[in-house]
């Protein structure tokens, strides 16, 4: 059910800023049943996320699994690294010499690779769902469904604005790391998903709101996990979503789209907002049939695609 990690070495890729890397390596796993016996999903990971989406530290055991909304009895589930991240051991110092769309073209190239024509799906959260609009703007016929969650086709200038916020944190603080991912907490939840939590309650033991200890918690918890060159290159991809990018507009692009695009927003996420979400809807209906908008409803912002199981189900189940 479960396979190890799998490489691919990807020969002489030429980043779009022009930087030329001979070799880069592309690690994956597969959950479920072998490639080509049953139907492939794609599962893109967010930020600090990895290709160990079910098992012991898998980030999506609550929906995907055996009898789960996307079943390993039924599909198989393949989830690529993204090169840099580290889970791999693979480390990329010059992450300005990537872009988003870089990383659905090495994608892609492993997707040729495996010998996939066509996938069933592709779904991402976040910076995940980003570069999954990125790898279907590229091939339009990549996937019979595409399923951008809590995320968009670009970076808008708040999204870059909180990269380069946490970009000055990783190169400037003495606890980069820590001090990015508090920051950063504070983006993924909403001043009502920390009242719920905390209620202005206090750590008697350390002397702090217990707000602060549970900060202090996420940022050491991460630095322990998490590479300072792997934070960088993720942070970068996240500010450079952008499927139109020295191309056409965003109508011409996304008309060339053959999958089912089902975008699901969260009401309350603060990063990529429901707004810009029904925007994109918007503008997709007027030159598409097969479009939908759906939206998770919680006081948790845009972390509520890893905590909101039971709704992200009943959105995905007749998908799946």
């Known amino acids: 059910m479960e396979n190890k990690q799998q490489s691919i070495i990807i020969n002489n890729f030429t980043t779009e800023n022009g930087a030329f890397y001979a070799t880069l390596n592309l690690s994956f796993q597969v959950f479920g049943p072998a490639l080509h016996s049953a139907p492939i999903v794609l599962v893109n990971h967010a930020l600090t996320g990895n290709s160990q989406i079910i098992g012991e530290n898998g980030w999506w055991n609550d929906l995907i699994g055996l009898n789960k909304t996307i079943d390993t009895a039924k599909y198989s589930v393949l989830a690529f690294n993204v090169p840099g991240n580290g889970f791999d051991g693979f480390i990329i110092e010059n992450y300005q010499d990537f872009k988003a769309r870089d990383i659905a073209r090495i994608f892609l190239e492993g997707i040729r690779f495996l010998k996939i024509k066509q996938l069933y799906a592709i779904l991402g959260g976040s910076i995940g769902g980003g570069i999954a609009w990125e790898m279907s703007a590229l091939e339009p016929k990549i996937t019979r469904h595409l399923i951008p969650i809590a995320t968009d086709w670009k970076s808008t200038d708040w999204m870059i604005a909180n ?116 925007l994109t809807y918007q503008e997709l209906k007027g030159i598409k049939n097969n479009v939908s908008y759906q939206e998770l409803v919680s006081i948790h912002g845009h972390d509520a695609f890893l905590i909101e199981y039971q709704q992200l189900h009943n959105l995905l189940k007749d998908i799946f």
């Not at 979503?241 to 999958?259: L, V």
Request: glycine letters at 2%; proline letters at 2%; charged letters at 25%.
């Open 163 to 278: 990269c380069f916020l946490q970009e000055q944190i990783l190169n400037n603080s003495s606890k980069p790391i820590e001090d990015a991912r508090i920051h950063a907490m504070l983006c993924y939840r909403t001043p009502e998903s920390f009242t719920a939590k905390f209620e202005r309650t206090t750590n008697n033991e350390l002397a702090v709101f217990n707000v602060e200890s549970w900060l202090l918690h996420h940022g050491q918890k991460l630095q322990k996990r998490f590479q300072l060159s792997s934070y960088k290159m993720m942070n970068q991809l996240l500010k450079t979503i952008d499927i139109t990018r020295n191309k056409e507009t965003f109508e011409i692009i996304a008309s060339k789209i053959e999958a089912d695009i089902h975008i699901i927003g969260i009401d309350s996420d603060l990063f990529f907002t429901a707004d810009q979400n029904k």
